[in-house]
């Protein structure tokens, strides 16, 4: 169906559920006094370097709200997904299911490994990896092998499928899981955006063998930079915690490694930050749902196009909103999209578009990928709208 784009109602709404600025921004972080106090406690300690109390800390408030068996803190994001790939088996030559659809550093964790992409097509509803069209895929170009399935025209196996949470929208789990199973290939979250999102009533990041959160600068809580690994796996986690402490062992002076390890661990500092954002996520998420729900009601009336609602049986943290533009059947151009983001742009709302489609970028643009006409539409599409948790409080 494809309405003509009301933009001046688009941006008249926009207006109205937006304060009164000269720029709004797409995601500030918010900090106030715990976060100062937390920041020079932790710098008059001298502890301000690896692991330390407010490490251990931090790993506990993410393992209670999460729920979570495991957790382990790391420098970043990216560098959680690298080590979750290593743990479920990714190795050289090897290659990863993941939506076209995501940022890069998806892909980056999965060259870490010396594995490569093989991009796979996203859905509509949660914007995020479509099982049914993985399964179909699959039927396709796998063929078995005493060490897994591999993909017929590369010979390579395929080690792990790994779903994102596409702006905070929790992915199909039941379905993933289920194909995970059927498949025998492991299961990895790629969290990093959706720290408060839960599929029917568990927390993202509890499905897959191992997952990853981030707490970049733009996340819903920020360490400055940095990111966990979750696990429901004891053996993992013990894996994951000393692999990523320069695989040491032994006690006091001894520099004895057991293996290539990394410097991985996050920094006290860091996790004192963290400690006191964690405490605010509740109110982030909150206020975030709020600002969701006040865009969808705002923008119901405005032609030529839908606000990104959560799935059925989700709750999203909406860590960034959405709006899908309509679209004239048969289009492949960017333009209506290009014309709302500079129109806004031009009036200090900071909207954005969604990622370039991993395969076309150049380093990944040999990968094999599956048929990706839903991840091409939506990345045609989709417009970030203003989304700091300040803009949702009454
Ligand atoms: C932010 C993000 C990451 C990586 O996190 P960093 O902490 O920036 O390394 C990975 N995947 C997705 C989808 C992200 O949005």
């Given at each position: 169906m494809h309405t003509p784009l009301d933009i001046p109602a688009l941006i008249a709404t926009l207006r109205r559920v937006l304060p009164e600025r000269e720029r709004i921004a797409l995601h500030e972080p918010e900090f106030g006094l715990a976060e100062r106090q937390a920041l020079l406690e932790c710098l008059d300690s001298g502890y301000v370097s690896t692991v330390g109390k407010h490490v251990e800390r931090f790993e506990g408030e993410l393992a209670a709200y999460t729920g979570a068996s495991h957790v382990v803190a790391v420098v970043n994001g990216t560098a959680a997904l690298h080590i979750a790939l290593k743990l479920v088996g990714v190795e050289q030559g090897d290659e990863v299911l993941m939506p076209a659809l995501s940022f890069v550093a998806t892909a980056n964790a999965a060259s870490y490994c010396g594995a490569r992409p093989h991009f796979v097509d996203s859905e509509f509803t949660s914007l995020g990896m479509d099982a049914a069209a993985l399964d179909e895929h699959l039927r396709h170009i796998a063929v078995a092998s005493k060490e897994g399935w591999r993909n017929r025209e590369t010979g390579a196996r395929l080690a792990a499928i790994v779903p994102m949470h596409t702006f905070g929208h929790p992915v199909d789990l039941d379905a993933?899981?289920?194909?995970?199973?059927?498949?025998?290939?492991?299961?990895?979250?790629?969290?990093?955006?959706?720290?408060?999102?839960?599929?029917?009533?568990?927390?993202?990041?509890?499905?897959?063998?191992?997952?990853?959160?981030?707490?970049?600068?733009?996340?819903?809580?920020?360490?400055?930079?940095?990111?966990?690994?979750?696990?429901?796996?004891?053996?993992?986690?013990?894996?994951?915690?000393?692999?990523?402490?320069?695989?040491?062992?032994?006690?006091?002076?001894?520099?004895?490694?057991?293996?290539?390890?990394?410097?991985?661990?996050?920094?006290?500092?860091?996790?004192?930050?963290?400690?006191?954002?964690?405490?605010?996520?509740?109110?982030?998420?909150?206020?975030?749902?709020?600002?969701?729900?006040?865009?969808?009601?705002?923008?119901?009336?405005?032609?030529?196009?839908?606000?990104v609602a959560e799935p059925a049986d989700t709750q999203s943290n909406y860590w960034l909103c959405?709006?899908?533009?309509?679209?004239?059947?048969?289009?492949?151009?960017?333009?209506?999209?290009?014309?709302?983001?500079?129109?806004?742009?031009?009036?200090?709302?900071?909207?954005?578009?969604?990622?370039?489609?991993?395969?076309?970028?150049?380093?990944?643009?040999?990968?094999p990928r599956a048929a990706l006409p839903v991840a091409e539409a939506l990345a045609r599409r989709l417009i970030n709208l203003p989304s700091s948790p300040h803009l949702g409080r009454v």
């Amino acid at each position: 169906m494809h309405t003509p784009l009301d933009i001046p109602a688009l941006i008249a709404t926009l207006r109205r559920v937006l304060p009164e600025r000269e720029r709004i921004a797409l995601h500030e972080p918010e900090f106030g006094l715990a976060e100062r106090q937390a920041l020079l406690e932790c710098l008059d300690s001298g502890y301000v370097s690896t692991v330390g109390k407010h490490v251990e800390r931090f790993e506990g408030e993410l393992a209670a709200y999460t729920g979570a068996s495991h957790v382990v803190a790391v420098v970043n994001g990216t560098a959680a997904l690298h080590i979750a790939l290593k743990l479920v088996g990714v190795e050289q030559g090897d290659e990863v299911l993941m939506p076209a659809l995501s940022f890069v550093a998806t892909a980056n964790a999965a060259s870490y490994c010396g594995a490569r992409p093989h991009f796979v097509d996203s859905e509509f509803t949660s914007l995020g990896m479509d099982a049914a069209a993985l399964d179909e895929h699959l039927r396709h170009i796998a063929v078995a092998s005493k060490e897994g399935w591999r993909n017929r025209e590369t010979g390579a196996r395929l080690a792990a499928i790994v779903p994102m949470h596409t702006f905070g929208h929790p992915v199909d789990l039941d379905a993933l899981v289920a194909l995970s199973e059927r498949w025998h290939i492991p299961l990895v979250e790629d969290a990093a955006e959706s720290l408060g999102s839960f599929y029917k009533g568990r927390h993202t990041g509890r499905a897959g063998r191992i997952s990853a959160l981030s707490f970049n600068g733009n996340k819903i809580i920020t360490t400055g930079g940095g990111g966990a690994i979750l696990t429901e796996d004891a053996k993992l986690a013990e894996r994951a915690r000393h692999i990523t402490t320069t695989a040491r062992v032994g006690r006091g002076w001894t520099f004895q490694h057991d293996e290539v390890g990394y410097n991985y661990r996050m920094p006290n500092l860091n996790a004192a930050l963290g400690c006191a954002q964690v405490m605010r996520l509740p109110a982030f998420v909150a206020e975030k749902r709020t600002l969701a729900a006040r865009y969808r009601e705002a923008l119901r009336d405005v032609a030529g196009l839908k606000f990104v609602a959560e799935p059925a049986d989700t709750q999203s943290n909406y860590w960034l909103c959405a709006v899908l533009l309509d679209e004239a059947r048969g289009n492949t151009s960017c333009d209506l999209r290009d014309t709302v983001l500079q129109a806004t742009n031009e009036l200090g709302i900071m909207t954005r578009p969604a990622w370039n489609l991993l395969h076309t970028l150049p380093m990944y643009a040999d990968c094999p990928r599956a048929a990706l006409p839903v991840a091409e539409a939506l990345a045609r599409r989709l417009i970030n709208l203003p989304s700091s948790p300040h803009l949702g409080r009454v």
